[in-house]
């Protein structure tokens, strides 16, 4: 099994990125996907969730209204779109999957974590 993060890097507050995870070794469509973030000195938070088929997307309220989650089951692939970051976005952002229908918001629900991609965001 392997999730694999990309897309992080330097960003100035207000500027957009996007995060994909490649994933492999595993059923993806039979899992729930997720994203959290990890920032130094913190609890691993989370960031939003996207149900095995897309149909269900879930965000934390820090992020609502910035961040966007969408997969593409046919590459095994899901994404994070942010836009309008700020400095507090800061973080080591990672991508999980939950073998679930239901999704879950709690980093302890997830079978499997990728290794992080370091985003920094500037003032």
């Known amino acids: 099994v392997q999730l694999v993060e990309s897309g992080g890097g330097l960003v100035q507050a207000g500027g957009s990125l996007r995060l994909s995870c490649t994933t492999s070794g595993f059923t993806f469509s039979a899992y729930g996907m997720g994203w959290f973030r990890q920032a130094p000195g913190k609890e691993r938070e989370f960031v939003s969730v996207?149900?095995?088929?897309?149909?269900?997307?879930e965000y934390g309220d820090s992020v609502k209204g910035r961040f966007t989650i969408s997969r593409d089951n046919a590459k095994n692939m899901v994404y994070l779109q942010m836009s309008s970051l700020k400095p507090e976005d800061t973080a080591v952002y990672y991508c999980a999957g939950r073998r679930s229908k239901v999704v879950s918001k709690t980093a302890v629900d997830y079978d499997y974590w990728g290794q992080g991609t370091q985003v920094t965001v500037s003032s």
């Open positions: 996207i149900s095995r088929l897309g149909l269900n997307t």
